[in-house]
Nanobody, 125 residues
Framework: VQLAESGGGLVQPGGSLRLSCVASGFTMSKYVISWFRQAPGNERERVSCIGITDGIVYYKDSGKGRFTISRDDVASTVYLQINDLKPEDAAVYYC???????????????????WGQGTQVTVSS
């Protein structure tokens, strides 16, 4: 079982990134996928989630209007598009998988069974 993130990097404020999370070793279509992030000295926080259908999504308030999550179950991949990046978005971004249907109520790291290794997002001019 593996989740592999990619797409992070150094971006100027106002720029964009698309993060990818590729799943292997399990049937991703049966799992809720969330993106978490962790900045130095901070707890890991959930920033977005997608249920087993595209209609079930969650965004942290600070990401609404800037983050877009989507999934391609054929490719076993979940994407997080981040626009208008801000310095406070800088963190290591992790994807995580939970067997189930909904995003609601599953905002804790303890709710998730599988984790990736993370991809670094740096926002700086």
């Amino acid at each position: 079982v593996q989740l592999a993130e990619s797409g992070g990097g150094l971006v100027q404020p106002g720029g964009s990134l698309r993060l990818s999370c590729v799943a292997s070793g399990f049937t991703m279509s049966k799992y809720v996928i969330s993106w978490f992030r962790q900045a130095p000295g901070n707890e890991r926080e959930r920033v977005s989630c997608i249920g087993i259908t595209d209609g079930i999504v969650y965004y942290k308030d600070s990401g609404k209007g800037r983050f877009t999550i989507s999934r391609d179950d054929v490719a076993s991949t979940v994407y997080l598009q981040i626009n208008d990046l801000k310095p406070e978005d800088a963190a290591v971004y992790y994807c995580a998988a939970r067997y189930g249907y909904y995003c609601s109520g599953y905002g804790s790291t303890y709710d998730y069974e599988y984790w990736g290794q993370g991809t670094q997002v740096t926002v700086s001019s």
